[in-house]
C-alpha cells in the first residue's frame, strides 16, 4: 500500500522555467510533509517542508504548496537551474511521539535542460 | 561539524550470509533511523533508534536488527541475507522529536549473490 505517491517518475524542464512536482498521499494522519533532493551517490538532501496547518512555504527558488482536501503537495521550483538536476522526493509523517518515521514516495527523476 | 557517515560504501554477500553496516550520526544528534532504498523505490523506513533502544520499526522482519551504542552512532545487522536484500542502505540522524532536519548519510550500496 503506497501511502505517498509520486506518479510522474520523470520532468524535463527548460532551464529558467518553473518545475512543478506533484505528490499525493493517502493517509489522513500525515501532518507534517518535507521534500528531499537526491544527486547520485549522494544521501538524500533535505529541501523544504510544510505543516498541515499551512498551505504554502516558501524558501528562496522553492515554493510547496499543500492541498489537504484534495491529499495533494506540489513542490514549485522557479526558476529552474541545471543543478537542479536530481531525483525529488516527497516524504510525509504523522506526530507520533518518539518516532518520526518518514513515509517516502518513489520519486521523480528532474532534467533541467540547458 | 561533521555530517552522517557510513560504512563500507559497497559491500557484495552471498546469500545466507550475515552483514553489518555501520553509521556515525551527525554531531549534536541523538536518534538514529535506517531505511532500505530498493532500485527504483524510494526509501524504506527499517527501525529508529533513541538512547539505545529501538523506537519504532518498520515492515522488515526480525532479522534485521540493530544497535546505537552510547556515542549515538549505529549498527544495522542483517542475517541469513536474500537476493532481495540488495539495495541501498540509508541511516539517517536528527533530533529526537524534531519533526524535520533529518541528515541522511551516502548510504551503503549491499548486493546479495
Known amino acids: 500500500d503506497q501511502q505517498v505517491k509520486q506518479n510522474s517518475p520523470s520532468l524535463s524542464v527548460q532551464e529558467g522555467r518553473i518545475s512543478i512536482l506533484n505528490c499525493d498521499y493517502t493517509n489522513s494522519m500525515f501532518d507534517y510533509f518535507l521534500w528531499y533532493k537526491k544527486y547520485p551517490a549522494e544521501g538524500p538532501t533535505f529541501l523544504i517542508s510544510?505543516?498541515?496547518?499551512?498551505d504554502k512555504n516558501e524558501d528562496g527558488r522553492f515554493t510547496v504548496f499543500l492541498n489537504k482536501s484534495a491529499k495533494h503537495l506540489s513542490l514549485h521550483i522557479v526558476p529552474s537551474q541545471p543543478g537542479d538536476s536530481a531525483v525529488y522526493f516527497c516524504?510525509?509523517?504523522?506526530?507520533?511521539?518518539?518516532?518520526?518515521?518518514?513515509?517516502f514516495g518513489t520519486g521523480t527523476r528532474l532534467t533541467i535542460i540547458p | 561539524e561533521t555530517g552522517v557517515t557510513q560504512s563500507p560504501t559497497h559491500l557484495i554477500k552471498t546469500r545466507g550470509q550475515q552483514v553489518t553496516l555501520r553509521c556515525s550520526s551527525q554531531s549534536g544528534h541523538n536518534t538514529v533511523s535506517w531505511y532500505q532504498q530498493a532500485l527504483g523505490q524510494g526509501p524504506q523506513f527499517i527501525f529508529q533508534?533513541?538512547?539505545?533502544?529501538?523506537?519504532g520499526r518498520g515492515n522488515f522482519p526480525p532479522r534485521f536488527s540493530g544497535l546505537q551504542f552510547p556515542n549515538y552512532s549505529s549498527e544495522l545487522n542483517v542475517n541469513a541475507l536474500e537476493l532481495d536484500d540488495s539495495a541501498l542502505y540509508l541511516c539517517a540522524s536528527s533530533l529526537q522529536g524534531a519533526r524535520y532536519g533529518y541528515t541522511f548519510g551516502s548510504g551503503t550500496r549491499l548486493t546479495v549473490v
Open positions: 510544510i505543516s498541515s496547518i499551512k
Open positions: 516524504a510525509a509523517s504523522a506526530a507520533n511521539f518518539g518516532n518520526e518515521k518518514l513515509t
Open positions: 533508534y533513541y538512547r539505545e533502544e529501538e523506537n
